[in-house]
């Protein structure tokens, strides 16, 4: 993958109920990046935050910023070998773990990429439906570009919320693991009981920008899944995965709560109480991708 080459640029999108800003890549004399570039792409997230916020990596090498920041960098690279080797054997259901990955430090992020994967193939279900008229409001839009744009969000907030990019929020792993969960849980397992307002009923300023896409294709999804059976049990399936990755993340004590304090240094979180660590090639202690 040639870095400089790769950049991102930004697409609006405006319907009554959604105001969503579509984070694209732009590849040098390629018309339009294919699920692929994607999914190669998603290794340099974190760049593409910083960058996006006017700031570079290469700025950030040193002190506690650094160290906060190239965690995140590393946890994202072996994300992004666990989506390449899903995407690989998509067709193979009896593929096994590469021992390369199986037994490093990189197994603690399977469930990051077996929930990012989850994600994918639910924006393409999701637009198979499109009650809401996305492709017709931003031309060609695909899967992979509504994948990567909610991933960019929700990164870019995690950013704002150790420190890199905002104010420090510290938070206990198990607590906030639980909170999420139970929202989770809460906004599925009430989808029989409520009603789903017109698109032209809700205001885009409802939705905090940051978070736009994520919450647009969670709304879309609970639309879709009050009409459509089938895509009930596929929707069903994306949430137990999200619910086990939080239960992974939670009782892994290899992957810690880590952010800035105030006063610059680094604060990362306690031994988790729960869980039993996974075997790894590496002692530091790993970064808790929190959604």
């Given amino acids: 993958?040639?870095?400089?080459?790769?950049?991102?640029?930004?697409?609006?999108?405006?319907?009554?109920?959604?105001?969503?800003?579509?984070?694209?890549l732009n590849i040098k004399e390629k018309e339009k990046p294919s699920r692929n570039d994607y999914i190669q792409s998603f290794g340099l997230l974190p760049d593409f935050v910083l960058k996006a916020n006017g700031i570079l990596s290469s700025e950030l090498k040193e002190g506690d910023l650094g160290v906060l920041f190239w965690s995140h960098r590393d946890a994202f690279k072996a994300i992004h070998k666990w989506l390449v080797?899903?995407?690989?054997?998509?067709?193979?259901?009896?593929?096994?773990?590469?021992?390369?990955?199986?037994?490093?430090w990189e197994f603690d992020y399977k469930p990051h990429a077996e929930q990012s994967w989850a994600l994918l193939n639910l924006c393409k279900e999701i637009l198979k439906c499109d009650q809401f008229g996305w492709k017709e409001s931003i031309e060609s839009l695909s899967a992979a570009e509504l994948w990567f744009s909610c991933e960019f969000e929700r990164l870019e907030n995690t950013?704002?919320?150790?420190?890199?990019?905002?104010?420090?929020?510290?938070?206990?792993?198990?607590?906030?693991?639980?909170?999420?969960s139970k929202r989770i849980s809460e906004n599925f397992d009430s989808l029989p009981s409520r009603g789903f307002a017109e698109a032209?009923?809700?205001?885009?300023?409802?939705?905090?920008?940051?978070?736009?896409?994520?919450?647009?294709?969670?709304?879309?999804?609970?639309k879709i899944a009050q009409q459509n059976?089938?895509?009930?049990?596929?929707?069903?399936?994306?949430?137990?995965?999200?619910?086990?990755?939080?239960?992974?993340?939670?009782?892994?004590?290899?992957?810690?709560?880590?952010?800035?304090?105030?006063?610059?240094?680094?604060?990362?979180?306690?031994?988790?109480?729960?869980?039993?660590?996974?075997?790894?090639?590496?002692?530091?202690?790993?970064?808790?991708?929190?959604?």
């Fill in 159 to 180: 950013f704002k919320t150790t420190g890199i990019l905002g104010t420090t929020s510290r938070r206990g792993k198990h607590s906030e693991c639980g909170a999420m």
């Fill in 85 to 104: 080797h899903f995407d690989s054997t998509i067709n193979n259901s009896f593929s096994v773990d590469p021992p390369e990955l199986r037994f490093s």
């Fill in 229 to 291: 059976i089938q895509f009930t049990s596929i929707y069903s399936n994306y949430i137990k995965i999200r619910k086990q990755t939080l239960r992974s993340i939670r009782n892994n004590p290899n992957l810690q709560f880590t952010a800035l304090e105030k006063n610059g240094s680094l604060f990362v979180g306690g031994k988790g109480k729960r869980g039993k660590s996974q075997k790894r090639s590496k002692s530091k202690k790993g970064f808790c991708k929190e959604k």
């Fill in 200 to 222: 032209c009923n809700f205001q885009p300023n409802q939705i905090q920008s940051w978070d736009s896409t994520e919450e647009a294709i969670r709304v879309h999804a609970e």
């Fill in 1 to 24: 993958m040639i870095q400089e080459k790769i950049s991102l640029q930004v697409e609006e999108m405006r319907i009554d109920r959604y105001n969503l800003i579509i984070r694209r």
